[in-house]
């Protein structure tokens, strides 16, 4: 059974870091590419980052560029969000999906891509 287990989330100040890890289970990870999703309250679900299946093409959405850093490690079938100088308009729930993606270039970034999603791990920036 695929599955998909979303971790480090918390309570950081605004300037803070934090690194999520999604664990995978229960596919050929290596044939598969990860995305990262959030959701704010009350806003849709946006794409925040994806990694290819082989990790060597990334991609980030325009508000975090600069700040957050995707990564993954087949070996360990986890893929890693480094989040650094937070924000407060980056509370939101993250979610990692994943999608079969062999022999295709980049990583979708558009959530519709994605057929299998994680259960979410909290994030709030405050002070």
């Known amino acids: 059974q695929l599955q998909l287990v979303e971790s480090g989330g918390g309570l950081v100040q605004p300037g803070g870091s934090l690194r999520l890890s999604c664990a995978a289970s229960?596919?050929?990870?290596?044939?598969?590419?990860i995305g990262w999703f959030r959701q704010a309250p009350g806003k849709e679900r946006e794409g925040v980052s994806c990694?290819?299946?082989?990790?060597?093409?990334?991609n980030y959405a325009d508000s975090v560029k600069g700040r957050f850093t995707i990564s993954r490690d087949n070996a360990k079938r986890t893929v890693y969000l480094q989040m650094n100088s937070l924000k407060p308009e980056d509370t939101a729930v993250y979610y990692c999906?994943?999608?079969?993606?062999?022999?295709?270039?980049?990583?979708?970034?558009?959530?519709?891509?994605?057929?299998?999603w994680g259960q979410g791990t909290q994030v709030t920036v405050s002070s």
């Open positions: 990694i290819s299946s082989g990790g060597g093409y990334t």
């Open positions: 999906a994943s999608t079969p993606w062999v022999g295709a270039r980049g990583c979708p970034t558009v959530l519709h891509e994605y057929g299998y």
């Open positions: 229960g596919f050929t990870f290596d044939y598969y590419a």
